[in-house]
């Protein structure tokens, strides 16, 4: 059970598997029977959703299957069993620190749409996104969630730091040669998992 900011009701998820979202149709909002909306105070039969809530809300629950925190996305980009790792360079307090190209999901992109811009902005590179790597972690001192993408590069071009300090291609066993942002080490298991170990 959620509440939400601003929002005087209970969002209550029912997680029988035999209860299937309703799809959007002509003059009618999307609807799912799993989430259902409660005045506080209020128990038995759920009170007919607010449309305008619901879809508000549903979007926000839909969002990747996420939590209701903001998301920063970050891309695995691996090479030839390397992955890009990246030098903060600013803001000060966070400069030195190495982590995934990325940032925050803007309103209304979609989580690879935001990878897709993060890795133009930032390496000017195009890239190809496939799956969720590693758990979502929540991210020290702010309200916001890690999520990170394996990607690929798409052509021959070499990303450029643009917005860091260095860029470095590391091979699993180096991995632990740079100092990574906290919240990237559960990530950072799994691509270690999932890469070859170099050969000597
Ligand atoms: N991109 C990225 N951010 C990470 C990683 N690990 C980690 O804790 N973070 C944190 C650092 C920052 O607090 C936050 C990303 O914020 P950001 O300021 O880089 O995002 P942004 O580029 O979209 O924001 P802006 O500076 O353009 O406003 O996430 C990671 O691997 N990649």
């Known amino acids: ?13 029912n997680l029988s ?17 799993r989430l259902h909306f409660r005045r506080p105070g209020t ?25 209701l925190l903001p998301v920063i996305v970050g891309a695995a980009l691996i090479r030839a ?23 925050k999901v803007e309103p209304g992109e979609s989580e690879r749409d935001a990878l897709l811009r993060e890795c133009r902005e930032e390496l000017a590179v195009p890239v190809i996104v496939g799956d969720q790597i590693g758990p979502t972690v929540p991210i020290p001192g702010r309200e916001a969630v890690l999520k990170v993408y394996l990607a690929t590069l798409v052509g021959e071009a070499e990303p450029q730091p643009l917005e860091h300090a260095e860029l470095r291609w590391l091979a699993p066993d180096r991995f632990d040669s740079v100092a990574w942002l906290p919240a990237d080490a559960p990530i950072l298991a799994a691509i270690h998992g999932l890469l070859p170990a170099p050969a000597h």
């Open 1 to 13: 059970m959620l509440t939400l900011p601003g929002r005087r009701c209970w969002l209550v998820a």
């Open 17 to 33: 598997p035999n209860c299937h979202p309703r799809p959007q149709s002509a003059g009618r909002p999307a609807s799912c029977p």
């Open 43 to 67: 128990i038995g039969t759920p009170d007919a959703a607010d449309p305008t809530d619901s879809v508000a809300l549903l979007s926000l629950v839909r969002n990747e299957r996420t939590s």
């Open 81 to 103: 069993g390397r992955l890009l790792a990246c030098a903060r360079a600013r803001p000060p307090e966070l400069a030195g620190w190495w982590e995934l190209p990325g940032g």
